[in-house]
């Protein structure tokens, strides 16, 4: 239990008891999550709280006897925090922001749930008035997600048309445990039946989804999803580039497994589970890159380039 976590349990605590006069000590608790010694732990913080001055008349009112012998919490003194805690404008958007990533993955009662707790928390933020940002998730299908999502709550294993990251297809079958968000990303984890271990397979490249009619089974928890995520996908290949000063700033941006200083600039070593990413990558940073290695991985970035240079007219 940390000490943020203490504080902002009692700022809640304080508007609890206030409307709830000799509340039972087990009840609060477990109103709060908490056990009933960590409460009574809280409430002997709460009686050194108070406006400044630290006199008696300042200071919040707890009878701890009360509570010592019969369990129940009389607070008072404390009119000063009579409402609950309020989120800012930047905390409410925040948390409009998540909801509506989370939304994009999640289906029935999960869903109703998402968008019950959406809708009043724009309506008291005025979010929804104002032109927030919008979310996108790249997370395929709203009809493959459901398909996910029905054989989870099922525990079925399901069969995938599936495009891998080198835009080979393949049919997995797979026990589905999770659907997740990453870097704009939606992403199932699930159990390889065929391989016998965890995969994480992008929604996007889902292009149908066939129930088997088949127990998922009981394969323990999948790992992390993680910053370190990217090294346990078996698609992966580590890349070198070689680049000049100037390009340094994607050591900032980008997850990083080496940086070397060389002369004339720096070496990079980085996972790659996506050509068409490292394509994006390599245009952008153009004469900034001396070399890749290995030497096909920018091959995708020189063809694309001559098509371009290609399209405009010579002279």
């Known amino acids: 239990m940390t000490s943020a976590e203490q504080v902002n349990r009692l700022l809640a605590l304080v508007p609890y008891l206030q409307s709830h006069p000799d509340a039972e000590l087990g009840d609060t608790a477990a109103v709060f999550g908490v056990a009933p010694a960590q409460l009574l732990d809280d409430l002997n913080v709460l009686w050194y709280c108070g406006l400044p001055g630290g006199m008696p008349g300042d200071l919040i009112e707890i009878d701890m006897d009360t509570v010592a012998e019969s369990g129940r919490i009389r607070l008072t003194n404390a009119e000063y925090l009579s409402r609950p805690m309020r989120f800012t404008p930047?905390?409410?958007?925040?948390?409009?922001?998540?909801?509506?990533?989370?939304?994009?993955?999640?289906?029935?009662?999960?869903?109703?749930?998402?968008?019950?707790?959406?809708?009043?928390?724009?309506?008291?933020?005025?979010?929804?008035?104002?032109?927030?940002?919008?979310?996108?998730?790249?997370?395929?299908?709203?009809?493959?997600?459901?398909?996910?999502?029905?054989?989870?709550?099922?525990?079925?294993?399901?069969?995938?048309?599936?495009?891998?990251?080198?835009?080979?297809?393949?049919?997995?079958?797979?026990?589905?445990?999770?659907?997740?968000?990453?870097?704009?990303?939606?992403?199932?984890?699930?159990?390889?039946?065929?391989?016998?271990?965890?995969?994480?397979?992008?929604?996007?490249?889902?292009?149908?989804?066939?129930?088997?009619?088949?127990?998922?089974?009981?394969?323990?928890?999948?790992?992390?999803?993680?910053?370190?995520?990217?090294?346990?996908?078996p698609d992966a290949a580590e890349v070198t580039l070689r680049l000049k000063p100037s390009a340094a700033w994607i050591t900032e941006y980008h997850p990083i497994r080496a940086v070397r200083q060389v002369r004339g600039g720096i070496e990079v070593d980085l996972l790659v589970a996506d050509p068409a990413w490292l394509r994006s990558l390599l245009l952008r940073l153009g004469r900034d890159v001396v070399s890749v290695d290995p030497p096909e991985a920018a091959a995708g970035a020189a063809e694309s380039a001559a098509e371009a240079l290609a399209a405009y007219p010579a002279g």
Request: hydrophobic share 40%.
């Open 90 to 233: 930047d905390e409410a958007m925040s948390l409009v922001v998540a909801l509506r990533a989370v939304r994009e993955l999640a289906g029935g009662h999960l869903a109703e749930g998402i968008d019950s707790a959406l809708a009043k928390l724009e309506r008291a933020s005025g979010a929804a008035a104002a032109p927030g940002p919008q979310v996108r998730v790249v997370s395929g299908s709203e009809e493959i997600r459901e398909q996910l999502a029905d054989a989870i709550d099922a525990a079925e294993a399901v069969d995938l048309d599936y495009t891998g990251a080198g835009l080979a297809p393949s049919t997995p079958r797979v026990a589905p445990v999770r659907l997740i968000t990453r870097d704009g990303f939606g992403y199932l984890q699930a159990w390889s039946l065929d391989r016998a271990a965890w995969r994480t397979y992008r929604l996007d490249r889902v292009d149908a989804v066939r129930r088997t009619g088949e127990p998922a089974g009981d394969h323990g928890e999948p790992p992390e999803f993680g910053p370190g995520w990217l090294e346990q996908r």
